[in-house]
């Protein structure tokens, strides 16, 4: 077995895999991101992240900040739709300061109201920054076209109206409800013993707690392609199309990556080659697939000139109906694969993304599968398994599309 495993009494779930490293990566996922709000709490989420870092029963704001900057390790975090992410990366020794630093802010932060004036200040300057970087804010925007009306589409971030609205008593509502052990798992990559890892584990994480009712999730509607404009001002027009897909339990989930990258993994991918080498449109497209618990998206990004996008939108369908009708060869789908477990390889070398990954699979799976045995994953695909996701989910008539410009109008 590649990596180690155990339950606390309290339903805290602990994953390890050793490494042979001087560095090691341990922290916290919580089963719990902006999906987890109610519609007077967008964005609570992931302000419930910044403020876990704010003081403790035991630590102010400072003194977090320092305790690990001061063996020079690194505290981190991040909050996803479906998942907050809080961790550490330190030298192997200082194993234990860590654990019990992840402990402190997870389990005992404070959420003082004076810290949270200051920090609202922090997240509107957050949200106004994303707010002027259009070819980010698009895939946000996007997600909340193909998911209206549902959970899953909201910003992270929240508006400066709902971060305004936030207080302690809030915050504090949102961790209760949210913040359980048995919704968590402890994830650690590198060399220290497993017994150690356990150990301190249980010594930090251990205490019983009440178990309020967290938010049940609601499960999106069917896909409708809506197709929305909207108008700003940007040297390019930026456009997405796309649509709900398959969820990430789903066993069609390795060959969607694989259609992915043949669609726009690398400057030889069909659709780079297509809208950017062969006509001169665009500098940049690429597609992207993104699995949830009960739902997916896949879309397709590009940036051109305005009076382009018809244009572009064309070889695309162009690129989607030629897979529809004339099967991946053996010989391209050899190749396809070749080039994906080379990335998927050269990715593996960044042992922190490995150790998120890990802790994500293990939350929702409650396993996770070795680099060898996702190779094997992508080596079972077949040519008619990929040409059927095409049929069933890549009809350019069934997709949303979005538009940034202040000059298109669609046909």
Request: proline share 3%.
């Amino acid at each position: 077995m590649h990596y180690q495993s155990y339950t606390l009494s309290n339903g805290l779930r602990i994953i390890h895999q050793p490494f042979s490293s001087n560095i090691s990566y341990c922290g916290i996922v919580i089963n719990a991101g902006s999906r987890d709000e109610y519609p007077d709490e967008i964005g609570l989420a992931h302000f419930v992240e910044h403020m876990l870092f704010k003081g403790t029963e035991h630590r102010r704001a400072y003194h977090i900040a320092n305790r690990m900057e001061s063996v020079g390790g690194e505290m981190n975090a991040y909050t996803t739709k479906e998942e907050t992410y809080i961790y550490s990366t330190f030298l192997e020794p200082y194993f234990a300061r860590a654990v019990e630093l992840l402990s402190d802010v997870v389990f005992h932060s404070e959420f003082r109201q004076h810290e949270i004036e200051r920090e609202r200040d922090v997240v509107l300057d957050e949200i106004n920054s994303y707010i002027d970087t259009p070819s980010e804010q698009i895939y946000d925007d996007f997600e909340n076209l193909v998911f209206d009306g549902n959970e899953l589409g909201h910003y992270i971030l929240g508006t400066p109206k709902s971060v305004s609205s936030f207080d302690s008593a809030t915050v504090k509502r949102f961790v209760n409800r949210q913040y359980r052990p048995d919704r968590m798992v402890f994830f650690s990559f590198g060399s220290t013993p497993f017994a150690k890892v356990a150990g301190l584990v249980e010594k930090y994480f251990s205490q019983s707690f009440e178990a309020l009712p967290f938010k049940e999730r609601i499960k999106p509607t069917k896909n409708i392609p809506i197709q929305k404009i909207i108008n700003r001002k940007s040297a390019q027009a930026h456009t997405i199309i796309g649509r709900q897909t398959i969820d990430m339990f789903d066993s069609r989930c390795y060959a969607f990556y694989l259609l992915n990258h043949i669609l726009s993994g690398g400057m030889s991918s069909r659709l780079n080659n297509s809208l950017r080498e062969k006509n001169g449109l665009v500098y940049q497209v690429e597609s992207n697939v993104t699995f949830y618990t009960d739902t997916g998206v896949f879309y397709i990004y590009f940036a051109c000139d305005s009076k382009d996008i018809d244009r572009c939108i064309e070889l695309i369908d162009k690129e989607l109906t030629r897979i529809h009708q004339q099967p991946i060869t053996e010989k391209q789908l050899l190749l396809a694969k070749r080039q994906l477990k080379g990335q998927w390889g050269i990715s593996s070398e960044n042992h922190e993304n490995v150790a998120l990954a890990m802790a994500k699979s293990f939350l929702h799976f409650n396993d996770y599968l070795s680099f060898e045995e996702m190779l094997e994953k992508i080596d079972a695909v077949s040519s008619i398994e990929i040409q059927t996701l095409v049929d069933e989910f890549l009809d350019i008539s069934e997709m949303s599309q979005l538009n940034y410009s202040s000059h298109f109008r669609s046909k």
